[in-house]
Structures are given as C-alpha cells and as structure tokens.
C-alpha cells in the first residue's frame, strides 16, 4: 500500500518548463507501471505517460516529444518534466499506477499555461 502527493504545478507562459514530482509514502518498487493523469475543468481524467519499471516510458500523443516522465525507486518518486508548454496542457495533474488503483488518488497539483 502506498499513499502518493502529487506537487510543482505552477502558473507558467506558454513555452515554459515545470517539474512535477510524485512522492510515495511507501515503497513503488513493487508496481510495475507508474503513470500520470491530467484532467482539465469539464473534461475526462486522462492518461499523459506510463514508466515501467524497468524505465521503459510512453507517452499521449498529446505530449509525446514535449513531456518525460521518470521515476526513483530508491526515492519512492515519480516525475513528469514539462517542456514546452501549451495553454492546452492547463489541468490538473494526478500520479497513480497503470491500471489505477482507486485508492492512489491524491489532490493533485494544478498547472495553469497562460499565453
């Protein structure tokens, strides 16, 4: 069992970087695919990008190229870093494994682009 708190979102211009980081309070060794998710206000909770753990990544069409996403099994950590940002990549941004379990959901931390 892990508890995972999401952090790093920010106000930034359209172009701008930001890192978010996904800090577990146990272990994620032992999950085999760690993910991001992002939804914006109205919209569906979707997947931006999946790393195995063997470090193997993918990515949404969406981001693919602008996005990467790593993770620190020593330090119980998951991060997306952001490059290039759009006004399109305004949401919330959530960590949880591939599939989700329920339970993983945290508060999120929202990223506004602005242009």
């Known amino acids: 069992q892990v508890q995972l708190v999401e952090s790093g979102g920010g106000l930034v211009q359209a172009g701008g970087s930001l890192r978010l980081s996904c800090a577990a309070s146990g272990s994620i060794s032992s999950i085999n695919v760690m993910a991001w998710y992002r939804q914006a206000p109205g919209k569906q909770r979707d997947w931006v990008a999946l790393v195995i753990s063997d470090g193997i990544t993918n990515y949404a069409d969406s981001v693919k190229g602008r996005f990467t996403i790593s993770r620190d099994n020593a330090k119980n950590t998951v991060y997306l870093q952001m490059n290039s940002l759009k006004p399109e990549d305004t949401a919330s941004y959530y960590c949880?494994?591939?599939?989700?379990?329920?339970?993983?959901w945290g508060r999120g931390t929202q990223v506004t682009v602005s242009s």
């Open positions: 949880n494994r591939l599939p989700v379990t329920s339970e993983y």
